[in-house]
C-alpha cells in the first residue's frame, strides 16, 4: 500500500485530503506545514511514496519542502496544489484548488503508476 504525506496548512483542507485518500485505501500521514511533514516522514517507519503539497504555506513553502524530502528520499514522487495558478515549472503533478474527490484520486493513481495502487 503507497504511502502518502499530505502537507497542507489549511486543516478542513487537510482532513479532507486525508479521508478521501484513505477511503481509496492509501496510507496516509498529514502535517500542517513544510517542517511538520519533514518530522512525520522521518518518524514513519516506511518510506513516503507520495508527497501533496500545497504550493504555498507558512514557513516553508511545498516546492521547499520536497526538495528536502527528495534529497534522503530520492524515489520520492510529488502533486503540488494551490488555489492559485501554477506560473513556475514545477516537478511532478499540480492540481488547482477546487478539484473533486475523483480528480485527486486519478492524479494519485496516476502518479504512483507503476506502484501498485488499491
Known amino acids: 500500500m503507497p504511502t502518502i504525506l499530505i ?3 489549511d486543516a ?3 482532513k479532507l485530503l486525508s479521508t478521501v485518500l484513505r477511503n ?3 496510507d496516509v ?3 500542517s506545514g513544510g ?3 519533514v518530522a512525520a516522514a522521518e518518524r514513519h517507519p516506511r518510506p513516503v511514496d507520495l508527497l501533496i503539497a500545497d504550493i504555498v504555506m507558512p514557513g ?3 516546492a521547499d519542502l520536497y526538495a528536502e524530502l527528495k534529497s534522503v528520499q530520492p524515489n520520492l514522487r510529488v502533486l503540488f496544489i494551490s ?4 506560473r513556475q515549472p514545477l516537478p511532478g503533478g499540480f492540481l488547482k484548488k477546487p478539484f473533486s474527490s475523483e480528480t485527486l484520486i486519478a492524479k494519485v493513481r496516476e502518479i504512483l503508476t507503476p506502484i ?3
Open 7 to 9: 502537507a497542507e496548512n
Open 12 to 14: 478542513q483542507v487537510r
Open 24 to 26: 481509496a485505501g492509501y
Open 29 to 31: 500521514i498529514s502535517a
Open 35 to 37: 517542517e511538520s511533514a
Open 60 to 62: 516553508m513553502g511545498g
Open 83 to 86: 488555489g492559485f495558478m501554477n
Open 116 to 118: 501498485s495502487a488499491p
